[in-house]
């Protein structure tokens, strides 16, 4: 992995090169409160963005509190969500958030990883999603782009995101929490692509442990 003084300039070259957080970023897909925030990151799993955003357009014209979709029949809940795909697992993992949020938390989402993580279909990716949208937190989510940067690049070593995530947390300069993932998540889909990078223009090229005098060193 890189050392924290390289970590330190990756950060610091990447936030001058992408626009980081704007005004019109919105997360998770969009969502306008936490509950409804952790539903989307629950139906996104191995959805693309079009059929999540189906589904949730779907479902939440048919409720939008925990005890309103308690309130829904199962079949209800799985014709609204068929689009975003694995609706009878997200169907069951619905009900069970519903039920766990208002018998654990009053129905009110809590704002801490620990608090999101302990309630049922919430992972460290949705909870770290959710705290850094919805509430405001610092912290770097991590999706697939993310992920790849950071393992590409050298700021992590890591086979999973949870563990990307949790080396990002321990190694990131404080100052880049806030606005990293969007520097991250925007260099994943613009200059660091999973298919044919664009090495040639790449600010950190030259730090990378995968990029070009990487492997001419090799």
């Not at 890189?2 to 969502?31: C, F, H, W």
């Amino acid at each position: 992995m890189l050392t924290d003084i390289q970590i330190d300039e990756v950060y610091s070259r990447l936030s001058k090169a992408m626009p980081g957080r704007t005004k019109n970023a919105k997360g998770p897909k969009g969502q306008p409160d936490a509950f409804r925030s952790c539903i989307s990151c629950m139906l996104s799993a191995q959805s693309l963005d079009r059929n999540t955003a189906a589904a949730t357009n779907a479902l939440f014209k048919l409720a939008t509190t925990p005890e309103g979709m308690l309130a829904l029949a199962d079949d209800a809940i799985r014709e609204a969500i068929k689009p975003c795909g694995l609706y009878n697992h997200k169907t069951k993992s619905i009900r069970k958030f519903c039920a766990a949020l208002i018998e654990e938390h009053g129905g009110t989402v809590p704002d801490t990883r620990e608090g999101l993580m302990s309630l049922p279909g919430i992972g460290r990716k949705c909870a770290d999603i959710v705290m850094s949208f919805t509430f405001g937190k610092d912290v770097i989510a991590v999706d697939t782009h993310v992920h790849r940067v950071c393992n590409r690049i050298g700021l992590t070593e890591a086979k999973t995101a949870e563990k990307t995530a949790e080396q990002l947390e321990a190694r990131s300069p404080q100052w880049a929490m806030a606005d990293g993932h969007f520097w991250l998540i925007q260099f994943g889909k613009r200059v660091c692509r999973a298919r044919l990078p664009k090495c040639e223009i790449c600010v950190v090229s030259d730090l990378c442990e995968t990029g070009p005098l990487h492997r001419q060193d090799a």
